[in-house]
């Protein structure tokens, strides 16, 4: 089955950029998604098909995705973007199953 | 503006089974398909599996074969994902989230695809003894 890598956490101090890496063998070929997780709320998706910014999603955030790695940047990180974050991918074997990344948590030091 | 709500917490025995619902309000419920993932404690997210409304086939996580069953109901706008068999692994929190869809040409299958948005709140399920 299909394995994404994540790194368990990046520090970043506020400003700063955090950049949070998505590991898998020829992601490039794939659609990746990113999700925001907080304690006790539901995931929000913060970039969709490598690099779509959903409506609400502040500029901030972007993704890339070439070769074996996927990228999701954030720019300018606020105290507010303290959270787990999650990529995700189809992987279509005969049949298609959703893989998740093991999940970066980001501390705003 | 689609909003997914789910039911309650449930407590439950090993052994047994739970069924978790998720209904949807706003939108065309047809028009996508609805998916379940799990947070176990101090673990990632986990994708149990998926279904398309109008055409009713669900794909399901190879960890979850037969012991997993995602249904829905166009009538009612709930989809339903039960589980059986509960071990004192299976304590999470359950959501449900809103994907698209696509047919796959050379199959002739409909396979779950996209991102997940938008969430439902998510219900936790405890198994205890």
Redesign the interface.
């Known amino acids: ?1 299909y394995v994404l890598t994540q790194p368990p956490s990046v520090s970043a101090a506020p400003g700063q950029t955090a950049r949070i890496t998505c590991g898998g063998n020829n992601v490039g070929s794939k659609n990746v ?1 990113w ?1 925001q ?1 907080k304690p006790g709320q ?4 913060v970039v ?2 490598d690099s779509g910014r ?1 409506s609400g999603i502040p500029e901030r955030f972007a993704g890339s995705n070439s070769g074996n790695t996927a990228t999701l940047t954030i720019s300018r990180v606020e105290a507010g973007d303290e959270a ?1 974050y ?1 990529c ?1 991918v ?1 992987d ?1 074997d005969g ?9 970066t948590k980001l501390t705003v030091l | 503006q689609v909003q997914l709500v789910q039911s309650g917490a449930e407590v439950k025995k090993p052994g047994s089974s739970v069924k978790v619902s998720c209904k949807a309000s706003g939108g065309t419920f047809s028009n996508y398909a609805i998916n379940w993932v799990r947070q176990t404690p101090g673990q990632g997210l986990e994708w149990m599996g998926g279904i398309s409304p109008v055409f009713g086939t669900a794909n399901y996580a190879q960890k979850f074969q037969g012991r997993v069953t995602i249904t829905t109901d166009e009538s009612t706008r709930v989809a339903s994902m039960e589980l059986s068999s509960l071990r004192a692994a299976d304590t999470a929190v359950y959501y449900c989230a809103r994907s698209s869809f696509y047919l796959g040409l050379e199959t002739g299958r409909y396979y779950v695809s996209g991102w997940f948005d938008p969430w439902g709140q998510g219900t936790l399920v405890t198994v205890s003894s």
């Open positions: 089955s998604h999700y997780r539901a995931p929000v998706v969709h098909q959903p787990d999650y995700q189809w279509n049949d298609q199953r959703g893989v998740f990344g093991g999940g």
